[in-house]
């Protein structure tokens, strides 16, 4: 079955830039989306089609894609950002959708 | 604004069913383009797509589940359901609903704690 692949861990001191990849064979052809989810909470969508932010999700967080990655970038990390980010999209037929293993943002 | 909540029964012996729930307002669970969508969360771990279903009735489940897996909707009582039989201890998670239009899931449910225990 399709996999998301996304390293388990990230830390990064308060200001400085978090980047957190996601890779899979059908990202090329299929949009990503990331989500933010905090302990005891349901997940929030912060990025949606690779790079389109919602709606009050604050300016720093950003996503790119590149061939079969796809990167969720947060600027000038805050405490606040602590927490773990899951990439999603769906198999090449588009039926299916899958969610990455999951990253833990530390904010040291 | 479309609002999800999930219920159903806290506890589940093995090898019975597992049936939640999902009732939707702010929308109708008929609205063109949309799938209504089950994932869930073992303690500790990653998030699980395990299937969803779209306004006209096509159902799409994740393939490892599949064989244990039936979701259907009520569209006099706007909602949707969850079956999952034959469940074991790995089957304990977080299951949310949650509604997809254009490929992502939002807004989503809170989310209810289903423990399979005897």
């Known amino acids: 079955s399709y996999e998301l692949t996304q390293p388990p861990s990230v830390s990064v001191s308060p200001g400085q830039t978090a980047r957190i990849t996601c890779s899979g064979d059908?990202?090329?052809?299929?949009?990503a989306y990331w989500y933010q989810q905090k302990p005891g909470q349901a997940p929030v969508l912060v990025i949606y089609?690779?790079?389109e932010r919602p709606s009050g999700i604050p300016e720093r967080f950003s996503g790119s894609s590149s061939g079969t990655t796809v990167t969720l970038t947060i600027s000038g990390v805050q405490a606040e950002d602590e927490a773990d980010y899951y990439c999603?999209?769906?198999?090449?037929?588009?039926?299916?959708?899958?969610f990455g293993g999951g990253t833990k943002l530390t904010v040291l | 604004q479309l609002q999800l909540q999930e219920s159903g029964p806290g506890l589940v012996k093995p090898s019975e069913t597992l049936s939640l729930t999902c009732t939707v307002s702010?929308?109708?669970?008929?609205?063109?383009?949309?799938?209504w969508g089950w994932i869930r969360q073992p303690p500790g771990k990653g998030l699980e797509w395990i299937g969803s279903?779209?306004?006209?009735?096509?159902?799409y489940y994740n393939p490892s589940l599949k064989s244990r897996v039936t979701i259907s909707v009520d569209t006099s009582k706007n909602q949707f359901s969850l079956k999952l039989s034959s469940v074991t201890a790995a089957d304990t998670a977080v299951y949310y609903c949650?509604?997809?239009?254009?490929?992502?899931?939002?807004?989503w449910g809170q989310g209810t704690l289903v423990t399979v225990s005897s």
């Open positions: 279903i779209y306004y006209s009735g096509s159902t």
């Open positions: 089609k690779d790079s």
């Open positions: 999603q999209s769906a198999d090449s037929s588009g039926t299916s959708w899958v």
């Open positions: 702010g929308g109708s669970i008929s609205s063109s383009s949309y799938y």
């Open positions: 949650a509604s997809t239009l254009e490929g992502w899931f939002d807004p």
């Open positions: 059908a990202l090329p052809k299929q949009y």
